[in-house]
């Protein structure tokens, strides 16, 4: 009797609030036991497929994190092979040019390159020529063609001013305990 009491008042709650009559009541039962038992059940299984998946999701992407990494060490080593051997080719080359650039001096100047004097000068003219060099480089990269004119006709001129000291140092009494050139002594 209580119950169907319950069931006619939800009913005309219902109808005073326009919403249908059935809906309620229907709703408003208790469910069982196992009812409720099946429903947690349910929602476990759901949880426990959900955290299964992105387990697989994080362990799919773990391993393709994995591969990337070494794909790319790979790719690096490769490059610093690359690079080691592009230094090798390029040392080589420039202890060639060294070299020759050697004997051409010693042949053009003899052994001057022990006095100090000549020594400050090689050095001056060698900083000068590598900071021109430096500049000509930019400015051909940046496209300033009157640049690169001004930055020619300045190693021209150091050129020219490191030979004229070069004479005049050799020219230069020898220091004490080296022999003048030319002689037979």
């Known amino acids: 009797m209580k119950q169907r009491n319950a069931t006619m008042l939800a009913i005309v709650v219902a109808g005073l609030m326009g919403t249908s009559a059935l809906a309620p009541a229907v709703s408003a039962q208790p ?31 773990r391993k393709d994190r994995r591969e990337d990494r070494k794909d790319r060490r790979e790719d690096r080593q490769e490059a610093r092979k690359d690079r080691r051997g592009a230094r090798h080719d390029r040392g080589k080359a420039r202890r060639v040019r060294r070299r020759a650039a050697r004997k051409a001096f010693l042949a053009k100047w003899g052994r001057i390159h022990k006095r100090p004097a000549v020594n400050a000068e090689l050095r001056l003219h060698a900083w000068r020529m590598a900071r021109m060099g430096r500049l000509r480089t930019l400015a051909t990269e940046n496209s300033k063609d009157d ?10 001129k150091e050129m020219a001013r490191h030979q004229k ?21």
């Open 31 to 61: 469910k069982g036991p196992k009812e409720r038992r099946e429903d947690r059940k349910e929602r476990r299984e759901d949880r426990q497929e959900n955290r299964k998946e992105r387990r697989e999701d994080r362990q799919d992407n």
């Open 165 to 185: 000291r070069m004479e005049g140092l050799k020219k230069a009494a020898p220091p004490a305990g080296e022999k003048p050139e030319g002689s037979a002594k």
């Open 147 to 156: 640049a690169v004119k001004r930055i020619d006709e300045l190693k021209a």
